[in-house]
């Protein structure tokens, strides 16, 4: 298949203060003088008049202007050209001008006219990213640069800064360049980078150093991460880096393969899940496996579905970290209560149905069912129940008994935010029978705001998601 041409060739202009021209004095020439500022050009505006903001410019000595319409002899003295003017024929001979002087000219909103254009920037300077689209999607350009930006780490630049200091030592003390591209391959994924990442550069000094005297680190480092409740798009910023930077995924049975297949691409995955009923890993055999790998220098990842420390036995294996004098950092996920509730649409809390939220476990550890339902009854929160399905009738039969009546709202929402996802409605003195065969993994929501879920439910057109309500 032949490969597709570019429309335009990426480069980066070093306009250090070299003269650039921009022509049209409004709000959109204000916004490209700021860009050439910022890249350190020696700005011109050229324009009858100008806006406030170019003109605050203008009086801080940060650019020249050149009043009056456009003339071509302006055009001979700088190096590229803008033009950011309303008048179509006055861009057209403002592009003319530029193309018989040999001049770069973008024309705004005008890719044809343009000998070169204006990319969406994503700044940490001194690292730079740019994406275009030939001027003909400038608004995919301008998302998938938002989406850029949100992923790229705000501490790049000074990735980027502590690398070029270390650059010469390298030089001298890995003379052939395939020993360096080894060396900072694995650099850029380990201890040190992370370390510069979160503003640890004389940490991040040493572990380079560590690694440079080719000795490995005595121990690694645990990440008690949270998955979500299995949308890979609820998962936070911080997970997802940090699941790409693993050597181990020690994950629960329901974290997703769609998860799981944003880790890096030779992290070993091991799943440590338990499921009621079924073939479980014990705790102490999951605790024993994480305590191992980080002592022989892993970066493990615990991945855990909802939050790391919400009917996760997160507290125990942080328990455990620590005994062990192990490093270890906690990345919080969307828990179950919050996504169940946000797709049924039912508030957790609301000023004048619940003052509070319970989250609740519907056993204990010693898989004893929680006796204290009448505490529960009485508090007038809304009652967020966790692991919770297998004894739905039990559990709603002990509420009435606690003083709930039997017609307090109440939803089991199953397999929440996913595309599987169904709720069942209705209240306590039912839902037990109606809901029997809902699938795993169940939450159920108990009180007022429950009543809430058909009126709140996500008005968005859910062609995969189906709604049971009483």
């Not at 705000?154 to 502590?162: E, K, Q, S, V, Y």
């Not at 008690?224 to 998962?235: Q, T």
């Not at 899940?273 to 892993?298: C, F, H, N, Y």
Request: proline letters at 6%.
């Amino acid at each position: 298949m032949t490969q597709a041409t570019m429309d335009h060739l990426p480069l980066f202009a070093d306009l250090n203060a070299r003269p650039c021209l921009i022509v049209g004095g409004g709000p959109v020439a204000l916004r490209k003088a700021r860009q050439l500022l910022r890249a350190g050009a020696a700005v011109t505006v050229n324009a009858p008049a100008l806006h406030p903001g170019i003109e605050a410019l203008l009086q801080a000595g940060r650019l020249r202007h050149a009043p009056g319409p456009f003339d071509a002899a302006l055009i001979g003295e700088h190096f590229l050209v803008i033009a950011a003017t309303d008048d179509p024929d006055t861009n057209a001979r403002i592009a003319a001008a530029s193309e018989q002087a040999m001049r770069l000219c973008n024309i705004v909103d005008d890719g044809e006219r343009s000998s070169f254009i204006m990319p969406a920037v994503v700044d940490r300077a001194p690292v730079v990213v740019a994406v275009g689209s030939g001027g003909r999607a400038p608004m995919l350009a301008r998302v998938l640069r938002q989406r850029l930006d949100a992923w790229l780490h705000p501490r790049t630049g000074a990735l980027a800064d502590w690398l070029a200091a270390w650059r010469q030592p390298l030089r001298e003390r890995l003379p052939k360049l395939d020993q360096r591209v080894a060396f900072l391959q694995q650099l850029l994924d380990g201890p040190a980078a992370a370390h510069v990442l979160a503003g640890r550069r004389h940490a991040a000094d040493r572990a380079l150093e560590t690694q440079l005297d080719g000795q490995r680190p005595q121990a690694g480092e645990a990440w008690l991460v949270g998955a979500g409740p299995g949308d890979p798009s609820l998962l936070t910023l911080r997970a997802l880096e940090l699941l790409q930077r693993a050597d181990a995924v020690l994950h629960d049975a329901l974290v997703p393969d769609a998860i799981l297949d944003l880790a890096r691409r030779d992290a070993e995955r091991v799943c440590v899940g338990k499921r009621g009923g079924q073939p479980s890993t014990a705790q102490d055999a999951i605790i024993d496996e994480m305590l191992r790998r980080v002592r022989e220098g892993q970066r493990v990842c615990r991945l855990k579905g909802g939050d790391p420390l919400v009917f996760a036995r997160g507290g125990e294996e942080l328990q455990a970290l620590a005994a062990a004098g192990l490093p270890f950092e906690i990345v919080p996920g969307v828990t179950a209560a919050s996504a169940a509730a946000a797709a049924a649409g039912i508030p957790l809390t609301h000023r004048r149905l619940a003052a509070g939220v319970s989250f609740v476990a519907g056993y204990r550890a010693d898989d004893q069912a929680i006796t204290d339902w009448a505490a529960l009854a009485r508090s007038g929160h809304t009652l967020a129940v966790y692991m919770g399905a297998g004894r739905l009738a039990e559990i709603c039969a002990a509420l009435r008994s606690a003083g709930l009546p039997a017609t307090t709202p109440a939803a089991l929402i199953a397999r929440a935010a996913l595309p599987e996802q169904r709720v069942y409605a209705g209240d306590i003195g039912s839902l037990g029978a109606r809901a029997a065969a809902a699938d795993r993994p169940a939450l159920l929501l108990v009180g007022e705001t429950a009543a809430l879920a058909g009126e709140l439910a996500d008005g968005r057109a859910r062609g995969d998601r189906q709604a049971a309500a009483g």
